[in-house]
């Protein structure tokens, strides 16, 4: 492809998304229809922009669908697996276990050989992960129940493929074609293999992804992160998944499984949040394109050839997938509308069928007559899905849904902590520590490497990453935190994350280490809601402990710095205010409230001062009880039996 | 012989007569500890384990203060709340204290008189003690009438060398094994110890 054409390219389609995309959300129909039908305009039965070269771009597109398996698999820690087990195996489990066997069944009832029928059945039980995240995590659905459950069996099924494919071989009928194929996968040398051999290949491969990212990856991260460049370790990450994508197609394994088992075993190292972040703005263009590139592929063709076959395989196929998932979600006991939700989220047939199939293909389960017309259902299912929501969230909802008012359930797809804390030196770690003795959860970020790796041995959980950045923050958790504690060791630093947060999050209470007073001033300008000087505590229980060498007692050293702190803290907030009415006007401000403070703190039982501990000070009593008659008098209100 | 711990609570000593001067009385004895609650726990955050160690290795428990609002200064609350666990002091198997003495050592604005029904405190101080007296008992501790000295605000320089030497001779007689059974007899319903105090010292009251 020359210079020219690829901008070309490139231009048709991000015009494409730029003015379709607007247009669908503007409507309510989600960003997945407005990619579809953006793909299916520019493409050969529409506009005809882009035509025989669809495929290429669907090639390089299903990248986007690689890379959003790796965001996915760095979320899922082995705690939330854990925690997610019941609806991923029992639900999961069942919803590709009954699919594939009535799919299967009702391919042998036709006449089918049970060797297709088989793989026909997998490739139907698959759902579109792409798809179904895209679109729920738009409408805000992905935490419900309904969103949690379809989470949970997307996840079985993009697991499930890694048998389905390893499976695949020894399904096959008729020798293999060869060269014939679009996929690369066929001309390796595994495809000389026997059945057996290439069973045992994938799973060599899988286990080799493991190994390696859990003894390897971990180190050259670190390597990579001391280089300080942030755009080495976009690189990094790239490289990662890309390398990753080549080695799956190699053993003729899906790319997509590989980076979802790479982020899976990187899910609990320090480098996490940070490769989400850099990951993700390839990921959401990519997905687009992909969407795009669907839209694009839909054989008009193939469909006008035969229009009754390909809709109804389409729609049967989603009503069986329907009647499937309504029945389990019953059966699990969802609420009416979390099961309506969960079963129209996930009829359609996803990109992992095209995997299938396309090797079904190669392997010689399936020809070219069966596998056809499927492609071309899949691709219909999938725009056919957005559409299905929205019927069912204008629809079904309002006349069935038990829409409960904004109930929502515990977070359970990413762990969530109220506190984070940007900069984790010895400033931020002790108050890590402290929060977390007391089982208030943090999350930590910290741009040191070092720091973070040494951290992490002490068995602390901190995680890699530049609090300055937007992205960052949004990975860390920060909508839902309440707190933000910025501990950096820099003032620059700090004043631009503290802006950064309060332009983008207003109601989160933010917490600033200071400084200097100019520094602290211009957090609280920031809208930083408390300052802390760095070094202020620590001077005060200096001169605390250097008041009691003296001879001062402890109690009344105590009471001083205490209330040193409480005014210093004042006049902070206060000439914070004065601080840009001209330097005169603040330094005379600043000197009179020192020369007030100091002479508050001097006063002692001689004088009358404003906050002189006045309750055990006996002279005015001893006074009054000079002057007055003894005992007996009777007066009431002398009541105040402060003696000495 | 017996071992006297004095618990001193005062938030400002820096401002007392009597209690400063009452400190330099204290005789010179190993049997005896001075504990400066205020000095030991600015903070007011009282080492619960510490302060039962201090409690079983003595045998007399005194509390020394002055009496503001009829009552113990915060930090000595704190530390009965804190330290007097159920389980160690009271309940079932709380008998760490069972069989000590325990006494308290108040300093009153008002004089002697003001402390009764028909004076303006209305309540004498051992009436006004009752929570502390109460605490006592169901610690097990046997307790002994409140040395008290009186009227503070009216006190000159010699009057407080006076009480000083009284502060003396009760500490003395607490070391010695004092007051026997025979006077604790007397005690029981005593208002004050500062009748036996004076004996002692041969002064008049």
């Known amino acids: 492809m020359s210079t020219e ?55 390089f597109a299903e990248f986007g669908v690689v890379m959003m398996l790796f965001v996915i698999g760095l979320e899922l820690e082995p705690s939330l697996l854990w925690r997610l087990r019941a609806p991923i195996l029992g639900l999961g489990g069942l919803q590709v276990g009954i699919t594939t066997a009535l799919t299967t069944g009702i391919c042998l009832a036709l006449g089918i050989a049970w060797q297709p029928a088989l793989a026909i059945g997998m490739v139907v039980a698959l759902s579109s992960t792409a798809i179904v995240l895209q679109t729920l995590a738009e409408k805000g659905l992905l935490r419900t129940t309904g969103g949690q459950s379809a989470f949970s069996v997307l996840l ?117 949040h940070e490769l989400e972040a850099d990951i993700e703005p390839f990921k959401g263009l990519l997905l687009g394109l992909f969407f795009i590139s669907v839209g694009a592929s839909i054989d008009f063709g193939l469909i006008g050839a035969d229009p009754g076959l390909i809709i109804t395989l389409t729609f049967s196929m989603i009503a069986l997938k329907l009647a499937v998932l309504l029945a389990l979600a019953r059966g699990f006991r969802l609420p009416l509308d979390q099961a309506l939700l969960f079963a129209f989220a ?59 008012a904004e109930e929502r359930e515990p977070d359970m797809i990413e762990e969530r902590n109220p506190v984070i804390i940007a900069g984790f030196g010895s400033f931020g770690s002790t108050i890590g ?3 977390r003795s007391q089982g208030i959860g943090t999350t930590v970020l910290d741009h040191d490497s070092e720091q973070v790796e040494l951290l992490r041995r002490m068995g602390l959980e901190v995680y890699y990453g530049d609090a300055t950045r937007v992205d960052m923050l949004e990975i860390a958790g920060v909508h839902e935190a309440k707190l933000l504690v910025l501990a950096l060791d820099d003032p620059d630093t700090t004043l631009k994350i503290a802006k950064t947060a309060r332009k983008h999050w ?139 | 012989m017996p071992r006297v711990l004095i618990l001193f609570a005062h938030p400002s000593l820096e401002h007392s007569r009597v209690h400063r001067r009452l400190l330099r009385e204290i005789p ?71 069989g000590k003495d325990f006494i308290s050592i108040i300093s009153a604005g008002g004089g002697e008189a003001a402390y009764c029904s028909a004076g303006y405190n209305r309540f004498t101080v051992r009436q006004l003690l009752a929570p502390v007296e109460q605490t006592a008992q169901l610690c097990g501790m046997h307790f002994l009438p409140p040395f008290v000295v009186f009227g503070t605000h009216r006190l000159d320089g010699q009057a407080i060398d006076t009480e000083a030497r009284r502060y003396r001779h009760l500490l003395e007689a607490l070391l010695a094994g004092e007051p026997d059974p025979t006077e604790r007899e007397r005690l029981a319903t005593a208002i004050t110890i500062n009748g036996f105090v004076n004996r002692l010292a041969g002064s008049p009251t």
Do not use: C
Not at chain 2, 78 to 91: P, R, T
């Open chain 1, 433 to 435: 520590r402290l929060l």
């Open chain 1, 5 to 59: 054409t690829f901008f070309t390219q490139a231009f048709v389609y991000l015009a494409a998304a730029v003015v379709a995309v607007p247009i669908a959300k503007r409507i309510g129909l989600g960003s997945v229809l407005g990619y579809l039908l953006a793909g299916i305009v520019i493409g050969p039965f529409v506009l005809g922009f882009v035509g025989a070269e669809g495929e290429d771009v669907m090639h």
């Open chain 1, 506 to 644: 207003p109601h989160l209470r933010i917490y600033a280490r200071g400084f200097e007073w100019r520094d602290s001033y211009a957090l609280y300008q920031a809208g930083v809601d408390e300052v802390y000087r760095e070094a202020l505590d620590t001077s005060l229980r200096v001169a605390t402990d250097l008041m009691r060498e003296l001879g001062v007692r402890a109690y009344h050293a105590e009471r001083a710095a205490q209330k040193f702190l409480r005014h210093d803290h004042r006049f902070l907030r206060e000439l914070a205010e004065v601080q840009d009415q001209g330097r005169e006007t603040y330094i005379s401000e600043a000197r009179e409230r020192i020369e007030w403070l100091e002479s508050l703190l001097r006063a002692d039982n001689t004088d009358e001062y404003l906050e002189r501990d006045a309750g055990w000070d006996p002279t005015t009593l001893r006074e009054e009880f000079s002057e007055s008659p003894p005992d007996t008098s009777g007066e009431a209100d002398v009541e105040r039996s402060v003696e000495v």
């Open chain 1, 156 to 272: 079985f099924q993009d697991v499930a493929v890694i048998p389905m494919l390893a499976l695949m071989p020894l399904l096959a009928t008729h020798s293999m074609e060869v060269g014939d194929s679009e996929y690369h996968a066929a001309e390796t040398w595994i495809a000389t293999l026997p059945g057996w051999a290439r069973t045992l290949a994938v799973l060599g491969a899988v286990f080799a992804i493991v190994v390696a990212g859990r003894y390897l990856l971990r180190p050259v991260f670190r390597a990579v992160a001391q280089v300080q460049m942030r755009e080495v370790f976009t690189a990094a990450a790239l490289l990662l998944v890309i390398g990753i994508a080549l080695l799956m197609e190699q053993v003729g394994l899906s790319p997509a499984l590989g980076t979802f088992l790479a982020g899976v075993v990187l899910a609990n190292s320090e480098y996490r």
């Open chain 2, 28 to 98: 010179d004895d190993p049997k005896l500890t001075l504990h400066d609650l205020y000095e030991a726990y600015p903070r007011l955050d009282i080492d619960v384990e510490r302060e039962q160690e201090l409690l079983l290795t003595h045998d007399v428990i005194a509390f020394q203060h002055p009496f503001f609002w009829y009552s113990t200064p915060p930090i000595l609350k704190q530390w009965q709340d804190l330290v007097l666990e159920h389980g160690w002091a009271y309940g079932s198997d709380g008998n760490a204290l069972q």
């Open chain 1, 346 to 404: 996930l009829p359609q047939v996803g990109e992992f069928s095209f995997v299938l199939l396309s090797f079904a293909r190669q392997q010689g389960v399936l020809e070219a007559t069966f596998t056809d017309p499927l492609v071309a259902a899949v691709a219909l299912s999938m725009a056919v899905t957005p559409m299905l929501l929205v019927f069912n969230e204008r629809v079904l909802q309002p006349r069935f849904g038990t829409k409960r």
